[in-house]
């Protein structure tokens, strides 16, 4: 059965910071990893999507990467800003998307 | 840009009373799902629909869930007899095609407060 994990479960940086949000994946035999933000009683915004064929994808300030022999993925946050401020979460599918329990990422001011 | 949208955006019921979800997914997409997320938990997936039928669904999804898509564009979630702990936020989410790149889209949610 699949389980995604994300670590940290909160992070609070300085603006301007660079960082990195951790997934872990225990299945290898995913299709897609789609990352997502989340608003605080909101909706999911899809931010990224990499094809398991790739090894990465860039939006803007975000970049994610993949791993999937290691069951891995991160994304990168260059230059925080206090807009940011969200929970961060990633999915893997199949089909079906399974969600790990997000990350939530305060940018200070 | 095209985007999911879902109705009504707060329900509040009685335990043991129906509701009725609403989502209308972007035009030309042919898979949908329904996901709820419990405050404090991670997404939960409920439910797939292509073809007008269900293709997957979850240990959640019992016989007091069912899903319906009564036209070409609305895309509903029905629960029979509300429990405390239905009480979530239902997301309803599609994408185009069984393709490599299914980028799933998410609708903004309903959030169901059972009393």
């Known amino acids: 059965k699949q389980e995604v994990t994300q670590i940290p479960a909160a992070l609070s940086v300085p603006e301007g910071e660079n960082l990195v949000l951790n997934c872990s994946f225990t299945?290898?035999?995913?299709?897609?990893l789609q990352w997502f933000r989340q608003d605080p009683g909101k909706g999911l915004t899809s931010l990224l999507l990499?094809?398991?064929?790739?090894r990465e994808q860039t939006s803007g300030r975000l970049n994610a990467s993949l791993d999937k022999s290691s069951g891995r993925s991160t994304l990168y946050i260059a230059a925080s800003q206090p807009g940011d401020s969200a929970t961060y979460l990633c999915?893997?599918?199949?089909?079906?998307?399974?969600f790990g329990q997000g990350t939530e990422l305060s940018v200070k001011p | 840009e095209p985007e999911v949208t879902q109705t009504p955006s707060h329900q509040v019921t009685q335990m043991g009373q129906e509701v009725i979800l609403r989502c209308v997914p972007i035009?030309?997409?042919?898979?949908f799902y329904w996901y709820r997320q419990i405050l404090g938990q991670k997404v939960e997936f409920l439910v797939s629909?292509?073809?007008?039928?269900?293709?997957?669904k979850s240990e959640i999804f019992d016989d007091q869930f069912s899903v319906e898509r009564p036209d070409g564009s609305n895309f509903t979630l029905k629960i029979r007899s509300t429990k405390l702990e239905d009480s979530a936020m239902y997301f309803c989410?599609?994408?185009?095609?069984?393709?490599?790149?299914?980028?799933?889209?998410f609708g903004p949610g309903t959030r169901l407060t059972v009393l």
């Open positions: 999915a893997v599918t199949g089909g079906k998307l399974i």
């Open positions: 629909f292509y073809n007008n039928e269900i293709s997957e």
């Open positions: 990499i094809q398991s064929s790739q």
């Open positions: 035009s030309n997409h042919l898979y």
């Open positions: 989410a599609s994408y185009r095609l069984a393709s490599s790149y299914n980028e799933q889209f």
């Open positions: 299945d290898s035999a995913i299709y897609n």
